[in-house]
């Protein structure tokens, strides 16, 4: 099983500030094959980035990724009031075909 | 615009069997190039990836749920449907199905798109 690591658990920041969330897999990740989704309260979760960085349709560009191999990158240029969630990342690949990360909050400071 | 909406009992009782269903508007599941899953989440905690169906029935289980989970569809209701036997107080959590693609199917950046808003299933006497 591909066991994904985020971090930090929480990340306090102020409204205009850069966030930057880890998520690091326990192998070996195709970047076609690693998402991430933002879940405020409430609510499902709701697609982001796809193919480590494409984003999905609708997503500001204040939201990018990046990475390969086991360490990939969400980052959050500039922290809007509605960005303030918690965001998981997703691999697909192996056995079970998805997994999520733990997630990583996202609060105001 | 494709909706996804869950429905099924709220409280179920321990040993019993949790059933839901996911109907989708707006898109029709029969021949579509997606897998259509569902995914859960325990209150207060992360997301586990339960299993996906294919129109024609074609299944992908999660090996930790493998022996109590069958997922089917009705195409000719457009809807999937999950069956959970012998639940436990750790079977509690939010129920999403959602659509998602698949490298099997042509698209080589799987990712779950469509959600639907959930639903809380307590297990509980």
């Known amino acids: 099983e591909i066991v994904l690591t985020q971090s930090p658990g929480t990340l306090s920041l102020s409204p205009g500030e850069r966030a930057t969330l880890s998520c690091r897999a326990s192998q070996s990740v195709s970047s076609s094959y690693l998402a991430w989704y933002q879940q405020k309260p409430g609510q499902a979760p709701r697609l982001l980035i796809y193919g480590a960085s494409s984003r999905a349709t609708g997503i500001p560009d204040r939201f990018s990724g990046s990475g390969s191999g086991t360490d990939f990158t969400l980052t959050i240029s500039r922290l809007e009031p509605e960005d303030f969630a918690v965001y998981y990342c997703q691999q697909y690949g192996g056995s079970p075909l998805f997994t999520f990360g733990p997630g990583t909050k996202v609060d105001i400071k | 615009q494709l909706q996804l909406q869950e429905s099924g009992p709220g409280l179920v009782k321990p040993s019993e069997t949790l059933s839901l269903t996911c109907t989708v508007s707006?898109?029709?599941?029969?021949?579509?190039?997606?897998?259509w899953g569902w995914i859960r989440q325990p209150p207060g905690k992360g997301l586990e990836w339960i299993g996906s169906?294919?129109?024609?029935?074609?299944?992908y289980y999660n090996p930790s749920l493998q022996s109590r989970v069958t997922i089917s569809v009705d195409t000719s209701r457009n809807q999937l449907s999950l069956k959970l036997t012998s639940v436990t107080a750790a079977d509690t959590a939010f129920y999403y199905c959602?659509?998602?693609?698949?490298?099997?199917?042509?698209?080589?950046?799987?990712?779950?798109?469509?959600w639907g808003q959930g639903t809380l299933v307590t297990v509980s006497s």
């Open positions: 169906i294919y129109f024609s029935g074609s299944t």
């Open positions: 707006g898109g029709s599941i029969r021949g579509s190039s997606y897998y």
């Open positions: 959602a659509r998602h693609s698949s490298p099997s199917l042509g698209d080589l950046l799987p990712r779950f798109d469509y």
